[in-house]
Each structure stands twice: as C-alpha cells, then as structure tokens.
C-alpha cells in the first residue's frame, strides 16, 4: 500500500472452539495498525490427547486479498514420558459461519516434539476473498482432530498510491485565479482534493497537506481539473503518483470577476503611522458589455471589513474610489483584501507607532564631516543619546537634514533603545540641485548637529593615490594625508600645497595632476564652480619627457572621453601611460579623476578648458 495504512480501533468478538465444540467468547479491544484487522485466539486443550494445538496466531501484519497470510500455531506434547511425530494441518473456512463450519486444509508439515516440548510452527495461507470479509482459520494435529480455531478479516484490494499536484492557475486571457479561487480534481467523475488558491496564480505548494491530492491508478486514471464546474483547457492530465507540477489554463473570463478590482499603489497611502489614515485607492472597471453592475466594494484586514462602497458602473465602463480607514498599530504587516463580489487584489500594510519628539540631544556624532549629494559612496552614521522629560527614549524619532528651517531630506523614522541612537542616512536622499554648504541633522524634531554638503565624494584607502580635478573645484579632504606633485620641468616630485580647503581653479592646477599619501582612508569631497560654459581653452605646456597630468572635460555631459578627446592633441605627438605604466591608446577611456602620463619629445601645447558644473545633468 506504499506505506499509507488507515488507524482503525475496534470491539471485536474472539470465538475459539475446543474439542468438545464449545465456544469460548472473550470480548477484546483490538487496534489495528494496517488494512487488515487480526482477531489473536484464546487456547483450549482437548483433554486426554498427547500433540495438542495450543494457541493459532495471524502474523501481526495484515495483509490484502491476493497476499500471503503467515500463520503462527503453538503445540505442545503433553505426554510427560514419550517423544511423538504427527502432522499439523491449517485448515480455512472462507465463508464464516459459527453454526455451519466447512473447513478445507491449505497447508500441513510434520512436527516432532519429545516429552512435554512445546514449539511453534509458521504456516501460511494465500488469501483469496477481500472487501473486509472475516475467515475461520484452524490448526489441527493427529492426536488434536479438532484443534484450535481463531479468526483474521482480509481487506480488498490496497487504495492506489496518492499523486500531488501544484502549478500556475490562469486563463487564456491572461487574468490569474484570484486568492479564494475553489479547484477540484476528479477522477472518472468522483471528486478526489479540493484546495483553496491562496496566492493570486497559484495552487499547492511542495507540501503534500498543501497539494491537491489524487489516489488513482496511474495506468488507467485521468485527472479532471475544474473551477466552478468550467474545467482546464489542458484537462485531463494522466495521473502520476509523484510530485506533479501542472500549470493550469483555463478559458477565457473563467476567472474575470463582473467587476474586476485593482489596486491603485501609487494614489494609495499603505505605510503610516497609527496617527494616521490608511487610503487605498481602487481601479473599477465592469467587464460585462451588456450589463450595469451594481456592487459593494470592501477593503478588509484578516476577514474583518474597514471600510466599503456601493458602485454602480455601466456595461464596459471604469471607475475609481478610494477607501479610507484609522490605521492602527496591529495593521502592520498585515494583508489588506479589496474585493468586489468575484474580484479581489491586496497589499501589504505597514503602520508604525507615532515619532517620539525629542527635548535634548547629546553626544552627537557623525562617521564623516561632509556628504556628497550628487554622488558619495558610502552612508552617513549617525549616533546620540536624546531625553525627552529628561527621560532617555525608547521608540521611533524622525531624521531629517535641513537647511535655515527646510527640510532638505527627511529620511523616515530610526528605532531607539533607552535613548542611544544608531542609524544610517542615505546623502543621495538630499536633493541633486542642493548648493553646497553647511546644513542641520535634526532627530525628532530637535537641531543634533551640522553636516558640510560638496557635490561628490571620492573615498581613498590607506596608501598612495593619483588624483586629477577635471574641472574647477574646491577640495575638502577627511583625514591625515600628504600631496606630492611631479614637476616635469625638474624631473623630480615636490610637495603640493594643499590645504584641507583646495581651490583648483587654476588651469595650471587642472592640468596637472597629484599624488595623495593617504595616512589612513581618505574621503575627498568636490565642490565644484557652476558658473561659466564651455570656454576658449587655456594653453597648458607638456614639456619633453615626463608629465603627469590629469583629465579635463565636463564630467556633467560625458561620463568619459578618448585620450584623445581629453588631450585635446593628437596622441601620436605623445606616448600616454596609466600610473601604473601600462601604454594607454588614443582610444582608451579616461575617467573624471583619472590621472596618466605623458611622454613627450617636445614641447606641445595642451588647450585646458574651465566648464562650469551641472549636478542636475550629471546625475547619479
């Protein structure tokens, strides 16, 4: 029965006769483990004979018609002096009846046994009759004509071994079965599993409880799949006893409520507060081109109804409500269900407590000095401890970057703990077009501390760094550094002046690149000049032999140029290298902040340009 056996537990009546045809009636509880229900006999002795039958006992193992009955019978030689040898013989009566007993023997073997040995021997019986019939089985010997008798109930044939199946549920006009769809899987007209689709589309899942479940014959057996009577355009399937993975079209509008529901996320307000209100803005539309439909629209949380709209939309017409509820804390994460009388769709919610408003701050402190706003690589971290009634807060308060009392950012609302606070802010959530300079991080409503905005942020590990300035800056570096330069007049490195506050204005200092010795990581933020377009190039020299120099483009139009187009030369007038010495073709990308070197047997011009910069073109 490939291992799927019913529990029954059942009051059964034990008969066993003896020799001189009395019958000895126990009432038992017996509890059968398998499709076969085993009744274990009583022994009686007839008096005065030597080889006695002492018990008969079905092997604890039912089985089914057609199936091998092991049969295990006690007997006992009751001679205390003499050793004897007699035939044992399993008789069967299938047609049961106490009053008219007809025995006929299925098996016998020869026992030898000396003075008072008791034994047991195994004969068996090939089963013929089923459907729960109950059968008289006796044991007899020489001496012990009559023997000892018990009965066994053979069960039919074993159910067909169970097959699951899951898959995708949709109609041929696209509409998925919505979440409540009810699909049945028969077999010959008999319903076998129903399931309950609970995700849009879907129906089953790996787990057997959560599968439509068919026991049928694999070779014979075909598996009806329907949806109120409609059934799968690709039903039948053959059934399998395995895992089967089916996906299941059914035909057009099977699954096309009258009025069909679709939720609105982008006119909705699903993530509050518990201050606030849910709004849930619904997409009507009647999909009957014949009929005006009249329908009770609800949006429910967990079966209980919020809020609800009666419609009325002519044949082929849309609509639009919107249903609006108090949120409440035990909301979130929950499911929220819009449903029309056939259709439905549904979101997740999110509602959190009410910001704690802040009275003191202290401690403040930020993982850096400055943000980029335009592009910056790494988060801001923010830490403080913040009292309210002189009390240390345990809830949510609002982060927020501001600028003389607007709010540039407001980057939601961060978990407190006995007043510490410990979050992250995103730079890139300040608006591109922001000027550079200084503005106020503010926890739950109360000013924390400043934060210098720059346009981007280039971050440098430990080390030794090339760095080039494409186009008029003003540096600001975070951390221990030194800059050294090459000075291609000299052929030698000398310290560059650079300041915390680097003003590369210059074309001179555009032109040329430099060497940062960082003495642990470095972030280096550019506040670049937005004044001025595109100008006439300024004549910059690359002397003979080597020179370091830097790109030089509009980094808001270009994400980069050839190394021709950054040289404004021909790149056959010099040899070009990265700074690690690998040859550069004129081909080759150059980056903003890329630096390379140029050999140069003669003196060349090189034309530097001094473009303004545009955060908004350059974007992120």
């Known amino acids: 029965m490939s291992g799927y056996t019913r529990m029954r ?18 009432t038992v509880l017996v509890v059968s483990l398998t499709a076969a229900t085993v009744l274990l006999p009583v022994a009686t002795a007839e008096p005065g004979t030597d080889l006695t039958v002492t018990n008969v006992t079905p092997a604890d193992s039912g089985v089914s018609a057609g199936e091998t009955l092991p049969v295990d019978i006690e007997v006992n030689n009751t001679d205390t002096t003499n050793s004897t040898t007699q035939t044992l013989s399993l008789a069967v009566d299938t047609d049961y009846d106490p009053d008219s007993p007809n025995f006929t023997v299925i098996n016998e073997t020869t026992v030898s046994l000396n003075a008072s040995e008791t034994t047991t021997r195994s004969l068996s ?39 699951t199946y899951r898959g995708t549920i949709t109609a041929s006009d696209g509409i998925d079965a919505p979440v409540g769809t009810t699909l049945t899987a028969s077999v010959d007209g008999e319903p076998q599993d129903t ?52 996906n299941l079209t059914f035909p057009d509008r099977t699954f096309r409520a009258p009025i069909a529901v679709s939720i609105n996320d982008s006119a909705s307000e699903l993530s509050v507060t518990e201050s606030e209100s849910i709004s849930v803005a619904v997409d009507l539309e009647n999909t009957l ?27 082929g017409e849309t609509d639009s409500i919107t249903l609006t509820f108090p949120a409440d804390p035990a909301f979130d994460n929950e499911t929220l269900t819009v449903t029309s009388e056939k259709g439905s769709d549904t979101r997740e919610l999110a509602v959190s407590l009410d910001p704690i408003d802040v009275e003191t701050v202290e401690d403040f402190e930020t993982t850096h000095e400055f943000i980029g706003v335009v592009r910056d690589p790494d988060d801001l ?15 949510d308060v609002t982060v927020r970057i501001l600028r003389d009392g607007t709010v540039l950012y407001d980057a939601g609302k961060t978990a407190v703990t006995n007043g510490s606070v410990s979050t992250t802010v995103d730079p890139t959530g300040v608006p591109i077009s922001t000027a550079p300079g200084q503005a106020t991080v503010e926890l739950g409503g109360e000013p924390a501390g400043t934060i210098e905005l720059y346009h981007e942020v280039q971050t440098f590990s430990e080390g030794t760094h090339p760095l080039s300035v494409p186009q008029p800056a003003q540096l600001h570096v975070d951390g221990s550094f030194r800059a050294t330069q090459w000075d291609a007049e000299t052929g030698s490195y000398s310290s560059a002046t650079l300041d915390p506050t680097g003003d590369f204005s210059d ?36 002397h003979p032999g080597w020179n370091f120099i830097g790109s030089n483009y509009d980094i808001s139009s270009n994400d ?18 990265s700074p690690t010495g690998e040859p550069l ?32 073109a350059r974007g992120r």
């Open 125 to 163: 019986y090939d089963t013929e009759v089923g459907d729960g019939e109950e059968i008289e089985l006796r044991a007899t010997t020489d001496d012990d004509s009559n023997g000892t008798t018990t009965t066994a109930t053979i069960s039919d044939d074993p159910p067909a071994d169970p097959g």
């Open 507 to 542: 074309p001179s200092e555009l032109h040329e690149s430099i060497y940062l010795l960082a003495d642990e990581p470095l972030r280096v933020g550019f506040e670049f000049e937005s004044d001025g377009g595109l100008t006439v190039p300024s004549d910059e020299t690359i």
């Open 9 to 26: 537990s059942t009051v059964g009546t034990l008969r066993q006769r003896g020799v001189v045809g009395r019958w000895l009636i126990l």
């Open 289 to 315: 081109t014949d009929t005006t439909l009249t329908e009770n629209i609800s949006a429910s949380i967990a079966g209980s109804t919020q809020a609800s709209q009666s419609v009325t939309i002519e044949p």
């Open 585 to 616: 073709a004129g081909s080759d990308p150059v980056y903003p902040y890329d630096a390379y070197w140029v050999y140069a047997d003669s003196t060349v011009d090189r034309g530097i340009l001094t473009q303004g910069y545009n955060a908004t």
């Open 560 to 577: 980069f140029l050839s190394l021709n187009d950054d040289l404004l030369i021909g790149s056959s007038e010099v040899d070009a290298y």
């Open 381 to 395: 971290g923010v830490t403080a401890s913040v009292r309210a009634n002189e009390t240390p807060i345990t809830g």
């Open 195 to 246: 399931i309950t689709v609970e995700t849009r589309g879907e129906y089953g899942d790996t787990a057997f409880n959560d599968s439509l479940v068919v026991a049928a014959d694999a070779d014979e057996a075909d598996v009806n799949f329907t949806v109120e009577g409609i059934e799968a355009t690709n039903s039948p399937v053959r059934h399998e006893a395995t895992d089967n993975v089916v």
